[in-house]
């Protein structure tokens, strides 16, 4: 059994681009990170449909997953997460403007809460690294980061040069100990 100090130290040595003391072993959101939504049919309805198109997306049916999220988005519009989940299927067919459209009614729905607004936000800020503007991304990184995405903090921390190095020196000097190359340290 391990102490936490060791996990952090193991951690930096295998993440070297996290920061010291993040650590990512699991779902980069917070499992109490739940989105407020009042339960009804309309809700039940729509969360079925994305689950349907979840199913269909993995199956390799963007086509039909894209159409289970729309009938969700339709049964249930205040609903971040359909908004969400249809931008993902959106960018795997390609079509990325009408994917950030999607991811920003899903941030706007969800007002910076919850779940799918931590998911919008990350995917909205790798769209937005992909095609070079940074600054949008960082925006978009760190309301996911403050979230709770270990993910978006990771990205945040490549996307500082200062830091990586930083870590990458940690890392080397760790890699050293390790071989014994850094006597009477």
């Known amino acids: 059994m391990s102490s936490a100090g060791d996990r952090a130290i193991l951690n930096s040595i295998f993440n070297p ?4 003391g993040e650590c990512v072993f699991s779902e980069d959101i917070p499992c109490d990170l739940r989105d407020s939504e009042e339960v009804s049919p309309e809700y039940e309805e729509a969360k079925a449909q994305e689950i349907e198109g979840v199913k269909a997306a993995e199956s390799g049916n963007v086509d039909m997953a894209v159409m289970s999220f729309t009938r969700a988005i339709e049964m249930a519009p205040r609903r971040a997460s359909g908004y969400n989940n249809r931008a993902q299927a959106l960018r795997l067919q390609g079509k990325i403007e009408e994917a950030l459209a999607d991811l920003n009614m899903a941030v706007e729905i969800a007002r910076g809460k919850g779940r799918a607004a931590c998911q919008a936000h990350t995917q909205r800020a790798m769209i937005h690294r992909l095609h ?9 990184f760190q309301a996911a980061a403050n979230l ?4 978006a903090k ?3 921390v490549q996307m500082n040069p200062y830091a990586a190095l930083c870590n990458k020196m940690l890392h080397d000097v760790f890699s050293k100990l390790q071989r014994g190359e850094c006597g009477g340290v």
Do not use: T, Y
């Open 17 to 20: 681009l996290l920061p010291v």
């Open 132 to 140: 070079g503007n940074d600054d949008l991304a960082r925006e978009d």
């Open 148 to 151: 709770g995405s270990e993910f």
């Open 154 to 156: 990771a990205q945040l």
